[in-house]
């Protein structure tokens, strides 16, 4: 975060030449945000924030947070998801008081967001865009940022445990009904495919996705 205070300035020449001090955040004035999505984080122990000679505060502080998101699995596990991060401040008015700005763009947030990513992660990050807007509540409007991050399942794991043992179980099935074996054989292969079906579903029952509206095509069939 970065915002400046007309009150909070000095001539570096009459200090030793300082132009930046470091002082803890509840000195001064910072702006209160929250993350309408979140579950529960983790806040780290960094409360201190950089004054420049100009009146120019810099505030960071990185923390872990747990976030809702809205997840649609029906292609699984060729599936694409999409969460958004919406930073806003109710306690400020966007009219009078409060208005959020990104300082970077979204390119150079997606840059950035790629170097931090776990790129060898179940989750591939493919996207970032920003959306600043205004937000009406008790006929006050508000400013809201919204990061909008798609991110794309890695499918190799799931295309060999499950996709590939299924197909093969399928087609053991049709190879044996449409065989010249006897009908005892026959009998016998079947229960086994069963079997091995009735595994496979409790594997996949364990492995699938729950929380989505419709359910993903690999465990309907």
């Not at 007309?6 to 955040?25: E, G, H, M, R, Y």
């Not at 006929?139 to 794309?152: G, L, R």
């Not at 074996?181 to 364990?206: D, P, R």
């Amino acid at each position: 975060q970065e915002w400046e205070n007309t009150f909070a300035t000095w001539d570096p020449q009459n200090f030793c030449n300082i132009s930046k001090v470091i002082l803890p955040t509840d000195t001064y004035w910072s702006p209160t945000v929250f993350i309408l999505e979140r579950v529960n984080g983790q806040n780290s122990n960094l409360d201190y924030m950089a004054i420049m000679h100009n009146g120019s505060f810099k505030s960071s502080q990185p923390f872990q947070v747990t976030l809702t998101c809205s997840l649609m699995i029906f292609k699984f596990p060729f599936d694409t998801q999409t969460c958004n991060l919406s930073i806003a401040s109710y306690l400020y008015p966007a009219v009078t008081d409060l208005v959020m700005k990104m300082k970077r763009t979204p390119a150079e947030m997606m840059k950035d967001s790629q170097s931090y990513f776990l790129t060898d992660g179940e989750w591939k990050f493919t996207n970032l865009s920003i959306i600043e807007y205004r937000e009406e509540l008790d006929d006050e409007e508000f400013s809201v940022v919204t990061y909008v991050i798609s991110m794309e399942r890695r499918p190799t794991l799931y295309i060999l445990n499950l996709i590939l043992p299924t197909c093969a179980l399928y087609l053991l099935d049709l190879a044996v009904l449409f065989g010249p074996s006897s009908l005892e054989e026959k009998i016998s292969f079947q229960i086994a495919i069963i079997l091995g079906s009735s595994m496979l579903a409790v594997i996949l029952n364990n492995i699938l996705p729950t929380s989505s509206n419709k359910p993903p095509v690999i465990g309907t069939h």
